[in-house]
Structure formats: C-alpha cells, structure tokens
C-alpha cells in the first residue's frame, strides 16, 4: 500500500463552473493500484496557492503526489512554476519534452487539427519543466505530462482535460507507477439493509473493531415517503495479491451478513 | 465580496467510490452570492485530519468556512468532535438541536420512513454540537447542520448526503449568509473561438491586463481528428447589484469580441 495526495488545479473549478471529476479518477485509479488517497485539494490558477500545498503535500511525505491542471500553453497554466517554485529549482527548457511538442503537432497538423505547426512562445511554455523532470508522452492533447522522483516521493503533474489525463494515467502513467510504487490491490463489496443508519450503528462498530484490516462504511439512502430506510454498507480491503484483497471482502462480507441476520436484518 | 473554505469529509470520497457533487454545489451556491472560494479540500472520516483541516483554515481567516458530511448517527460520523476539538470548545447536547430531532423523527414515523421514532442514543448523538453552535433544521433527512460565528469567520457544518445539504443551503442557511456575508452578485458569459488556446493567448493576456475587475478564462476543447481547435472562454465578475456584475460582464464581453474580430478571429 502507498500513500498518495492529490492536487486540482483550476479556477474553474472554484467558481463552480466544472465539476472536478479528475480527482474522483485519480482516486478510484489509485485506489485500484493499492493507494491511500489522503488528501484532495482544489486550489484556484495563483502560483503561491499552489506552491503553499505543493510545500504542504511534501511535508507529510506521501510515496506520491498528483497535480492535474495548469500545464498548457496559456498565461495562467501556472503549475510548473508553481512546483519549480516549491521544489526551489529552476525552470529548464527540456529537450526531450520540446521534441514530443513537436511530433504531436505535426500529427495535428496531418490530422488537420490545426493549421501551422510552428512551435510558438506558448506552444514551446509547455517544455519548461522543473530541473530534474522527466517528461511523459500526452496522447490525446500536447501538453507533455511531468514525473518528478524526489526523496520521499514522486510528483507527477498531469493536464486538466480530461482526456488528456485519462490518456496519460491509461498510458505512459501505468507502468511508471509500478516501477516507482510496486503494485497492489484493492476490492470492495456491498450490501443493502432495509434499516436506519442509527439502528445499524452498533452492530457495524462491532464488526469495524473485530475486523481491522476491513474498511467498513454504512450509507444512508435518501428519505422518501413510505419507504423504508436502506442503508448501503460498503466493505473493502487491500492486499498484495488481487486473490488476497478479494478473499478478505469476501470472508468479511460473508460474516457481516450473518452478523445481521443474527440481529433480524435481511440483507 | 466574502473569502470561503470547502472542506469536504468522507472515506467515500478519497476512496473514488463516490464522486465528489457538494463541493460543486456549494461553489456555484456562493459564487453567486458574491463568494470567492478559495480552497476546496478532501479528507477521510478521520477526526485528526478534520481538526487540522479546520484549524489551518482558521489561520488563513476566510469569511466562511464550509463542511459537509460527517454529520450523521454512525460513529464514523466524526466532524463536530472534531471541529469541537480544533476550535477548543466541549462538545455538549443542545436543547435546541434535541427538539428538532425529535420534531422530525417524529414527522418520519408519522410518514411510514421509519418504525420507531425513540431518540436512541446513536440518533441523539446528532444534537452534540460544539459549545456556541446553533442548529439549523434539516428538511430532508435528521443531522442538523449546526452554524458557529467566530471571531472573523462563520463556521458552517452541513450533512454529506447532497439532497439534505441542498435542502439547508437552500432553505434554512439562504438568509443566515445574507444577515452573516452581505449579498453580492456574479455574472458570466461565455464566447466561443475556432482556433487553439496559444493562438489566442496573447489577445486573452492583454485582455486580462487591461480588465483586472473582469475574470477571463480560456477552456482547450477535446481534440478531435479533422476537426478544428475550438476554445471556449468565460468571463465573469463580482458586482454588489445583480445589474452591476451582469452589466460588467456584458461591456467586457462586447470588447473581447471586437478585439478577437480586430485580429481575424470570428465568435
């Protein structure tokens, strides 16, 4: 299991314009690959904000901290700045990164996307990296992705549309995750119980504290007229092995059903 | 204008097994009402990194903070003993709180939703708010969301299941913000431009500059093969009448068409 932090970068997502559904992604994805997400934040495109979490993130020394947002070519895709300004390193041009700016705009320009490939003052911003970063390939949009490997953890900066970060984290990503990280496993279960959340709470703090390495967690429905409350309780569990996660959701899921049956609730 | 702070509590959340919807909500709800969220953070169901979430929070003084979820009958429900603990108060019953849990188990009871309407212990756990804080009715489900005014920032705990952090926000919290924060206004418009956002950066960065009351942001659009770039851009702004904010934003909108139409870019 590793630790993992995640940091949205947008204005528009404070303003309430975009629902940050990144971070949902970034969560279930980390989480799938035996990750701790501990953290969230959304902050607006201003480098001392996000230098100030950058620093705050590196303090608690997660393995792994993810920025998506701020790095394409406009004035305010201010992250790496932001993260060179954190780390106290400068800004370099990289060579690797100014060559895959150039090979996916030539794809745009054969794909008939745009109309001039030439790399211009905004488009050449997105290969300035803090010192020691290593580029990863964006294959659906231009802006490369940025791995950094630092003393304790690895930062990686990912692009803000969607797209662009599904393709990465789906690609390049992966297997950088893996070397740096290992890999482990994460599985869940569900069950529903025709019952209050109140009137369920005792039976599950029972279980929560004979079931340590089991997360459990009841959720109350909606209240409607004439319907019974149903709370959804969710189990889940890591495990070095997906076998190993797996089995222990299921034994535990398997008690916890017989643990309400015992107390009269059908699930 | 008033500064605010989302934080946002939930294993749910950070295990990517629920999207993340109020912190949306609220951040268009007080956009609106002339609010600048400035922050918006994630946490899990873990009453040491609440506390420290709502002390730091404290520190950087915003007009309002905001929490949601946490507030429930299970005993992973853990934000006011939390807030409790950061702000350095006792947690103590509330007479008030008392009745309108009794007041709506009853109504539920009366409705066929539940069997029992006894205040059991797990339910009346929901009426211990920090010392000072005063209720506020929860019209779709039971927790109370409580209000606490501290020295320079309102405090506001509200529920996690989104239909009854909508139905405070928009019910009982409407005008305890309008008394608290003053109203404001903020308005938007948005143009859309073929073209790729580092074409445009330069025209949108002057625009910026010589519009420091108006906010403009460029927004890349997914690319897609033989189709041109295409850019949406917002602009939005505060004002303390409806008529001013709406009136800024229209008078800057005309401007940036015309400087766009000065440059050969049609929208």
Redesign the interface.
């Known amino acids: 299991m590793f630790t993992a932090e995640i940091l949205v970068i947008g ?11 990144n ?10 690959r035996g990750g ?9 495109d201003d480098p001392e ?1 996000i230098a100030a979490e950058v620093r705050g993130a590196l303090e608690r020394g997660p393995d792994l901290i993810v920025t998506t947002g701020g790095l ?5 895709d201010l992250t790496l700045p932001a993260v060179a300004q954190a780390l106290g390193r400068p800004l370099r041009e990289s060579p690797q990164a100014l060559a895959m700016l150039e090979r996916r705009y030539a794809e ?1 320009l054969a ?5 001039d490939a030439t790399l ?1 003052p ?2 050449r911003k997105m290969a300035r990296l803090p010192e020691g970063g290593e580029p990863l390939p964006n294959p ?3 802006a490369p992705a940025v791995l950094l490997r630092l003393e304790r953890t690895l930062l990686v900066c990912l692009p803000g ?1 969607p ?1 662009e970060m599904e393709g990465i984290a789906q690609g390049p990503l992966r297997e950088r995750l893996a070397q740096a990280l290992g890999t482990g496993y994460h599985a ?1 279960r569900s069950l529903r119980v025709q019952a ?7 039976i ?2 029972t279980f ?1 504290r004979t079931h340590p390495d089991v ?1 459990v ?4 429905g ?8 149903e709370v959804r309780i ?1 189990l ?1 569990a890591y495990g070095d092995t997906e076998a190993e996660a797996e089995d222990r959701v299921q034994k535990a899921t398997e008690e916890l059903r017989r643990a309400l049956a015992g107390a009269g609730f059908e699930t």
Chains 1, 2 share one sequence.
């Open positions: 204005n528009e997502i404070l303003l309430g314009e975009v629902l940050d559904t971070s949902h992604f970034l969560c279930r994805y980390l989480t799938e701790q997400v501990r953290r969230v934040v959304e902050v607006p904000a394409g070519p406009t004035e305010d745009l794909q008939g996307i745009i109309a211009t905004p488009r659906v949009g231009t549309v797209e869940q209050g959340e109140a009137t369920l709470s005792p599950l703090q929560a997360y967690k009841s959720h109350a909606r209240v409607r007229p004439n319907a019974r409350l969710t889940s």
